[in-house]
C-alpha cells in the first residue's frame, strides 16, 4: 500500500480549468460509480483512496493504479487534495464530513447524509463558515428523462397538479439468506427510507414543492437475516424494508397538491420506479422496471384531453455524452461536472446540503410518524 503525502506548504494555486483534484473515501459505491465517473469527468480527476481496512485499500488501490492510506487525518494533511467524494456506510458519514470541512476540504456526499436532520444542518453551518462547497448526490437531477419531466412542468404542461403517486418497488433485498449488515441496522441508517426515500423525497420536492404533511407506516419483511460469518445464526433486522406515505407538497392554486408514496426493497419482481403526476391539462408518467442499475430503462409518457397515454421522444440536447453498462455512472459524472463548476466558482451547490436537509426531515418526519401513528407537520 502507498501512502498519501501529507505535502507542506499551501494548497496548490487552480485556475477553474483545472481538474479540480478529488480523493474517494469508501471503496463500494465509490469504487463501481465514482471512481469511473471522476476519470471521465474533464472537470475532475480522482487522485486517491481512502478506506479503514488496509486489505481492502490494497487491492482497490492496485486495481485503481493510484496511492491510498487508511489514516484520514493524512489524507487532510495533503494540500494538493481539494476535494473528497464520502461514500461510505452513514452512520461514519457525518464524522467524516465534519472532519474534512474543517480541513477546508470541498465534499461530495452519498445519501443519507447523516443519521438525521440535525447532522445535516450542523455540516450546513460548517460548510458556510468553511467556504466550502459541498454536493450531495442525488442523482436523479441530472438523469436526462428527468430533466425533460422537470422541464415539462415548469412549461405549465400538466396545468394545475391534483394528484403526484411514487412507486418504488425494488427487489434487491427480497432473498431472505442475503446477509445481515448495516442495512438491516436502525441506527446505522439502514432502511428502505434512507436509501431510496431520500431520493424520493429530494425528487418530489424538485418536481413539485416542498412536503409540508406527511403521515407514514413502515413494516420489516424479512425480521432476521444470516451472519455473514458463516455460522448460520440469525441476526434481528430493525431496519424497515417497506414504507408507505401520505404527503401533501406545497404546490399549485390550492397552495398544496396530495402524493402518494410506496418504497420497498423486498417486492421479488416489483415493477421499479414509476411516477405519476395527473393535473388539469395532462397527465405525466415517467418510469422504468429495470431492478439493475436504477437508472437504464426510464421512459416518459404523456395524455393530454383523456387522450391514450403516448411516449414523449428523448430530448437529444439533454442526452449524455457518454453512457455505460451501470446506468449510474453517466448521471453521477454529470453531477460532478456541477459540484466542479460551483468549486471554481465559488457558489453554492445544487442538489447540495440545503436540499439534502429538506429531504432528511421528511426520513425522520416518516420514521417519528410510523411509530406513533400521527400527522407530522414539516411546512
Request: aromatic share 6%; hydrophobic share 45%; with cysteine.
Amino acid at each position: 500500500m502507498s501512502a498519501v503525502p501529507a505535502t507542506a506548504g499551501a494548497p496548490l494555486a487552480a485556475s477553474p480549468a483545472t481538474p479540480l483534484r478529488v480523493a474517494i473515501a469508501g471503496l463500494g459505491f465509490g469504487e463501481k460509480v465514482h471512481l469511473p465517473a471522476l476519470r471521465d469527468q474533464p472537470l475532475t480527476e480522482p487522485v486517491a483512496l481512502w478506506h479503514p481496512r488496509a486489505e481492502r485499500l490494497e487491492a482497490a488501490c492496485r486495481a485503481a493504479e493510484l496511492p491510498g492510506t487508511c489514516d484520514f487525518e493524512a489524507l487532510l494533511a495533503d494540500p494538493a487534495i481539494e476535494a473528497l467524494v464520502i461514500a461510505t456506510p452513514p452512520a461514519v458519514r457525518f464524522d467524516l464530513a465534519c472532519r474534512a470541512l474543517e480541513a477546508g476540504k470541498h465534499l461530495l456526499l452519498e445519501k443519507p447524509v447523516g443519521l438525521g436532520a440535525g447532522q445535516v444542518e450542523e455540516l450546513r453551518r460548517l460548510a458556510l463558515a468553511r467556504r466550502c462547497c459541498v454536493a450531495v448526490d442525488f442523482e436523479y437531477r441530472a438523469v436526462p428523462v428527468f430533466q425533460q419531466l422537470k422541464a415539462l412542468l415548469e412549461q405549465g404542461t400538466l396545468g394545475e397538479p391534483y394528484l403526484v403517486k411514487l412507486d418504488w418497488l425494488m427487489g434487491s433485498r427480497s432473498d431472505a439468506s442475503r446477509p445481515w449488515n448495516w442495512y438491516a441496522q436502525a441506527d446505522q441508517g439502514g432502511g428502505v427510507i434512507g436509501s431510496l426515500g431520500s431520493h424520493a423525497f429530494d425528487t418530489l420536492h424538485w418536481l413539485i414543492g416542498p412536503t409540508l404533511e406527511l403521515t407514514a407506516s413502515t413494516r420489516v419483511a424479512i425480521p432476521e437475516r444470516p451472519l455473514s460469518d458463516g455460522s448460520g445464526r440469525l441476526a434481528a433486522v430493525d431496519a424497515e424494508d417497506i414504507a408507505l406515505a401520505q404527503l401533501s407538497l406545497g404546490a399549485g392554486v390550492n397552495g398544496t397538491v396530495p402524493a402518494q408514496l410506496t418504497l420497498a426493497a423486498v417486492t421479488r419482481r416489483g415493477r421499479g420506479y414509476w411516477i405519476e403526476l395527473y393535473g388539469s391539462e395532462a397527465t405525466l408518467v415517467l418510469g422504468s422496471d429495470n431492478q439493475g442499475d436504477y437508472v437504464h430503462g426510464f421512459q416518459l409518457w404523456i395524455s393530454r384531453g383523456g387522450e391514450p397515454l403516448q411516449s414523449v421522444s428523448p430530448d437529444p440536447a439533454l442526452a449524455f455524452a457518454r453512457t455505460w453498462v451501470d446506468g449510474r455512472i453517466a448521471p453521477v459524472r454529470r453531477l460532478l461536472g456541477w459540484w466542479a463548476e460551483a468549486v471554481r466558482a465559488d457558489r453554492p451547490m445544487v442538489p447540495g446540503l440545503a436540499e439534502a436537509a429538506l429531504s432528511q426531515r421528511c426520513c425522520d418526519a416518516a420514521q417519528r410518524s410510523a411509530a406513533s401513528g400521527l400527522q407530522e407537520r414539516l411546512g
